[in-house]
Structure formats: structure tokens, C-alpha cells
């Protein structure tokens, strides 16, 4: 079974830029397409990034575009958001996962606040 682990979040000024980090144990996530997502309290999870197995194609929500960035490292079986020019509404606990095969971490807290 595999297991995702997010890494990187943390309290950052808006403006500000972090990197999470979307390691996996366990077996390879090298053929799957990965994806970011992210919730606040009380709202419904949402997409936020994805990105095919070759990391040749990605997509964004419409929030995030221009300011993230997916990416991936097969070799090293994990997956990166960098993630610049933070504003409040950017803040909520971020997971990954492979989704086709219901393959979930347990998320990393990203706060944006002065």
C-alpha cells in the first residue's frame, strides 16, 4: 500500500512563497497522475494542481494559475508545489494524492497571515 506524506507547510506573510513536498512510500507513484487539493473548515475539498505520470502536462484551478507551480521527481518518488505570491484565501490544510487510486496523505497546513 502506498503511502503519501506532505511536507513544507507552514505561516507565511502574503506575498510569500512555499514548497510542499508529497513524498511516497511503499510502492512508486511513478505512472499515476498526481494532484494537489486543499480544505478550509467547512468547505468542500478542492483542486488546486494537477500533473500526468511524465510530468509533461499539467493543470490548475483558475486561483492558483500563474502563481503555482506542480512538478515531480520520479526518481525520488515525490511531488512538489511551489507555490509564490500567497494570499489569505490560499490558507487550508493542502494534501495530495493519486486519485485513481484513492491514494491520500494526511495533509500539511499552509497559513497566509500577516
Known amino acids: 500500500q502506498v503511502q503519501l506524506v506532505e511536507s513544507g507547510g507552514g505561516l507565511v506573510q502574503p506575498g510569500g512563497s512555499l514548497r510542499l513536498s508529497c513524498a511516497a512510500s511503499?510502492?512508486?507513484?511513478?505512472?499515476?497522475?498526481m494532484d494537489w487539493f486543499r480544505q478550509v473548515p467547512g468547505k468542500a475539498r478542492e483542486f488546486v494542481a494537477m500533473?500526468?505520470?511524465?510530468?509533461?502536462?499539467?493543470h490548475y484551478a483558475d486561483s492558483v494559475k500563474g502563481r503555482f507551480t506542480i512538478s515531480r521527481d520520479n526518481a525520488k518518488n515525490t511531488v512538489y508545489l511551489q507555490m509564490n505570491s500567497l494570499r489569505a484565501e490560499d490558507t487550508g490544510v493542502y494534501y495530495c494524492?493519486?486519485?485513481?487510486?484513492?491514494?491520500w496523505g494526511q495533509g500539511t497546513q499552509v497559513t497566509v497571515s500577516s
Open positions: 494524492a493519486a486519485t485513481s487510486q484513492n491514494y
Open positions: 511503499g510502492g512508486t507513484i511513478s505512472t499515476y497522475v
Open positions: 500533473i500526468t505520470w511524465r510530468g509533461d502536462n499539467t
